[in-house]
Structures are given as structure tokens and as C-alpha cells.
């Protein structure tokens, strides 16, 4: 596990996949629920949040993945098997995968190991069986492709940053 300096990170992570879990299965927008889980939950219910989040960190995770999701959605799907569409993924993996590609793309001040190995968690935190090593594989992908320096690699001429 992290430091404890990155527990309100940790927390934040949490509660935004489960904002963004929400806002896809009511059609919520990104505002009322970040203000919802900001005023109401946030530091108060341990199962929400997981401890004191970052409410600006929870906000702009938030905020950005609707703000860019056809560009995130698009992303994931690059790193998709072929077989696969990202509608098939169960929307708490979906609301994951989301949140860490919006890290991995627009958050560049985060490693790119520590937005992987934050989401692999969270993924154990809600699945027992294959998807944390499914989340694990396509966040990789992923920061291999957006974040190829890194990694001490050339990044790809085709891919877009936020």
C-alpha cells in the first residue's frame, strides 16, 4: 500500500469511481454528484470514501472523465481485445477503467505506475475473481501508450493528451 500521504488520494480514487458508477446508472451530471459526495459523503461514510479524501483531487477525476469520455472511451478501446467492447465491461470496471485513463491522459503530475497500481487496488476492492489483473493489463497498455517516456519509450505519433 501507499504512504500514508497518499491515503486522501486513495480515498478520493474510491469515491470518484463510485460518483462516476452513479452518474452512469442515473444519468447524474458531474456537478450535482461531485457536490452530493462533497457536502454529504465525503469523510462521512467510511464505506463511500474509504477515509478523508481529496476533494479536489475527487472533483477533478469527477469532472474530467465525462468532460473527455468520448477521448477516454476511445482510448480503452485501443487497448481492448478485439472481441471485446467496452459496453460489455461491467460499469463498475467501466467506471474504473475510466478514472484511471483520465489519470494516465490528463493527470501527468501522477505516475503512471502509482495511477496503475492505485486502480489495480480498487479493482480487488469491488471484484474477487480476474479483474484486477484485467484492469491491471489494460491500464498498462494504456500508460504504455500515453505515457511511453515513462517507460524509457517513444511515444506513438497518433495519441492525443488533454
Known amino acids: 500500500m501507499s504512504s500514508p500521504s497518499f491515503e486522501p488520494r486513495r480515498a478520493a480514487r474510491l469515491a470518484a469511481v463510485q460518483a462516476l458508477y452513479q452518474m452512469e446508472l442515473n444519468g447524474d451530471d ?4 461531485t457536490a452530493e ?5 465525503l469523510g462521512r461514510e467510511p ?3 474509504g477515509g478523508d479524501a481529496d476533494a479536489e483531487f475527487f472533483g477533478a477525476v469527477v469532472r474530467g472523465v465525462p468532460q473527455h469520455q468520448v477521448e477516454i472511451d476511445q482510448a480503452i478501446a485501443k487497448v481492448l481485445s478485439k472481441d471485446w ?3 460489455r465491461v461491467d460499469s463498475i470496471l467501466r467506471a474504473i477503467l475510466r478514472a484511471g485513463t483520465f489519470e494516465l ?10 495511477v496503475i497500481d492505485e486502480y489495480v487496488e480498487l479493482a480487488h476492492a469491488f471484484f474477487s475473481g480476474d ?32
Not at 37 to 41: G, L, Q, T, V
Not at 105 to 114: F, K, Q, S, T
Not at 134 to 157: C, I, M, Q, S, Y
Open 105 to 114: 491522459i490528463g493527470r501527468p503530475d501522477v505516475p503512471a505506475r502509482a
Open 131 to 162: 479483474e484486477p489483473k484485467f484492469v491491471n493489463a489494460a491500464l498498462d497498455k494504456l500508460a504504455h501508450r500515453k505515457r511511453a517516456r515513462e517507460f524509457g519509450e517513444t511515444p506513438p505519433d497518433d495519441e492525443l493528451q488533454f
Open 47 to 49: 464505506e463511500i470514501s
Open 37 to 41: 459526495f462533497i457536502d454529504h459523503r
Open 30 to 33: 458531474a456537478e450535482s454528484v
Open 85 to 87: 467492447k467496452l459496453e
